[in-house]
């Protein structure tokens, strides 16, 4: 049996089983759901805090019971992007293209605009995971395990609008390249 951390994927089955379990340590030992967006609220909050407090007291006060802070969410955020890095270098996957050839047939070869729209999209994405009080993890997965209606019909929503982007992105024949 090879070393699952040189592994450059790994079953759906086994990642989606250690994330419920991850789950499940979350909501026993923290008594939150588990989540990632919460820590980038929490930091914008406090750095707008430092620089316009008397703005944002409406905010502050409006959110007393549950003041923003640098908690453990944060170390999750340090996980995901040390565990990604460490994952990228044992398997082998490191893939130094800044602009994929499937993103070059579809877009064109430019750098800056890559980056650009990926950093653009990111931003849409966060503004939407907070507008909806939660991410992908927040409201599917930690909602599903919680039976909460609102997290199975995110679920049931994500999914198919994210195969219609992809599909109006690229195309049906679209290749597996690393987008």
Known sequence: MSNPLTAKSWSPYV????????????????NTALGITTAFENTSALAAKAVAE??????????????????????????VLVGAWLSSWL?????????????????GPSVPLRWAVAFAAGALMMLGARLAGGCTSGNAISGGLQLAV????????????????ALLLYGRKGDQSHV
């Open 150 to 165: 609102s997290g199975w019909m995110f679920a049931l929503t994500f999914f198919p609008i994210a195969i219609i982007t």
């Open 15 to 30: 990642v989606g089983a250690g994330i419920g379990i991850l789950s499940w340590v979350v909501f026993y030992t923290a």
């Open 91 to 107: 398997s082998g996957d490191r893939n130094r293209i800044s602009v994929p050839e499937l993103w070059q047939r579809r877009f």
């Open 54 to 79: 008397s703005q944002l007291e409406g905010y502050f006060s409006a959110n007393a019971k549950k003041p923003p802070k640098i908690d453990w969410q944060w170390m999750l955020v340090v996980g």
